[in-house]
């Protein structure tokens, strides 16, 4: 479960210590890295996406209002589809201080 976290948040173990959380510019630093560490595992864009898709399902939580873009993230086809929304995710949303409990 502690996986799950980190990937929900990856300021987890920061924060855990005391910490603060991770900023707009570290997530966004996060998924540019790993997005482009699979785009070049892969090959191609197109499977990078898929996966990206993946991770989004956890980080969207850390944003507020969030429900429209993860059923449009869900809906995605393209990598292209998929570099609009992430820029959008971080231009339009808000970030939460703390994920939210369920």
């Given at each position: 479960m502690?996986?799950?976290?980190?990937?929900?948040d990856?300021?987890?173990?920061?924060?855990l210590?005391?910490?603060?959380?991770?900023?707009?510019?570290e997530?966004?630093?996060?998924t540019?890295?790993?997005?482009e560490?699979?785009?070049?595992?892969?090959g191609?864009?197109g499977?990078a996406?898929?996966r990206?898709?993946?991770?989004?399902?956890y980080?969207?939580?850390?944003?507020?209002d969030?429900?429209?873009y993860?059923?449009r993230?869900?809906?995605?086809s393209?990598?292209r589809e998929?570099?609009?929304l992430?820029?959008?995710?971080?231009?339009d949303l808000?970030?939460l201080?703390?994920?939210?409990?369920?």
């Open positions: 502690l996986g799950r976290g980190m990937i929900a990856p300021a987890l173990l920061r924060k210590r005391g910490g603060p959380p991770a900023s707009r510019e997530i966004a630093a996060f540019d890295a790993l997005y560490g699979y785009r070049q595992a892969y191609s864009a499977p996406a898929q990206m898709k993946e991770l989004w399902f980080l969207l939580r850390l944003f507020a969030s429900e429209k993860a059923g993230m869900r809906r995605l393209s990598p998929y570099e609009s992430a820029e959008r995710i971080f231009r808000t970030l201080d703390a994920v939210p409990e369920n």
